[in-house]
């Protein structure tokens, strides 16, 4: 049975870079908390910097709290307590329409579970994030198209979801999460449908988004994603740790059992 990695607790801790300067985060979550009814839990004073041009894995077991703190930087889910600081400017408790300007401005965001329109084609799906900022005609039909290339899917732009595979489903997600260049991009187990060599696709694709400029946070239970990522931590119970690697790979290819009760 794997140890539970739970080393060097980063929770309610500040990052050095916090206090800005050269390497300043990007997006922060500082001292964020999260309930949800009935004892369920979010996120438990955390804490987390995310530097441009970095690529950072949240791992830890079903339920520990991952998608919580991806919809809270993304500004999809308001924390009960704490702050969220984006390029120098607080970004929680902002009003619904400031919220969604910085979102569909700023940030992207493949969601758990692909989000795609059903009645509209790759192509459309992906111009739905350009329409959001005013961007139509040729030229979003262009800048859509140039995206469903980088994902290898410029073949299949004028197909449903409905006739795509599951690999590519997540891909046309990734295309329009990445159409507008945004500075953060938060990606919810983007690998979890996919075969191994579209799995490894993807990763790439994430990591040059992040090469690119971005700051990449994604939501894995991936072990590949560990090979590809500058930061790994690790969640339990909505707090957040930075384990080791040996021990994260090793809880990762041994899989969750050995968690359970831990
Ligand atoms: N909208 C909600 N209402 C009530 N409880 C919620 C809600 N969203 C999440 N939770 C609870 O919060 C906890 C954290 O959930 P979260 O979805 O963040 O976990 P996760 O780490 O992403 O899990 P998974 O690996 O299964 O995707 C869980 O106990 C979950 O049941
Ligand atoms: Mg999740």
Redesign the pocket.
Request: charged letters at 15%; hydrophobic letters at 35%; proline letters at 3%.
């Given at each position: 049975m794997p140890a539970v990695p739970d080393e060097s607790i980063v929770s309610g801790a500040l990052p050095a870079e916090a206090v800005g300067g050269p390497g300043a985060p990007l997006v922060e979550l500082r001292h964020v908390s999260?309930r949800?009814?009935?004892g369920?839990?979010?996120?438990v004073d955390v804490s987390l910097g995310f530097q441009a041009g970095r690529m950072v894995a949240?791992f830890?077991?079903?339920?520990?709290?991952?998608?919580?703190?991806?919809?809270m930087l993304g500004l999809l889910?308001p924390p009960d307590e704490g702050e969220i600081w984006l390029d120098g400017r607080r970004v929680d408790g902002l009003a619904e329409r400031a919220s969604a300007a910085v979102r569909r401005q700023s940030l992207g965001f493949v969601f758990?579970s692909f989000g795609l329109v059903p009645l509209l084609t790759a192509e459309e799906n992906v111009m739905v994030a350009l329409r959001l900022l005013n961007i139509g005609g040729d030229r979003a039909r262009e800048k859509a198209r140039a995206a469903l290339e980088i994902v290898d899917l410029g073949r299949r732009a004028g197909h449903r979801p409905a006739e795509m595979s599951g690999g590519e489903q997540q891909r046309v997600a990734l295309a329009r999460a990445l159409v507008h260049s945004p500075k953060v991009l938060m990606a919810?187990?983007p690998t979890g449908e996919l075969d191994t060599a579209t799995g490894a696709y993807v990763l790439d694709l994430l990591r040059r988004t992040a090469r690119n400029g971005a700051a990449v946070v994604l939501?894995t239970?991936d072990p590949a994603a560990l090979e590809v990522v500058d930061t790994a931590y690790f969640?339990r119970d909505?707090t957040v740790h930075e384990p080791d690697r040996a021990e994260l790979e090793l809880w990762l290819t041994e899989g969750e059992g050995g968690l359970a009760g831990a």
């Open positions: 999260k949800f009814g009935q369920a839990v979010g996120a949240l830890g077991p079903s339920g520990s709290g991952k998608t919580t703190v991806l919809h889910l758990q919810d187990e939501a239970h969640m909505g």
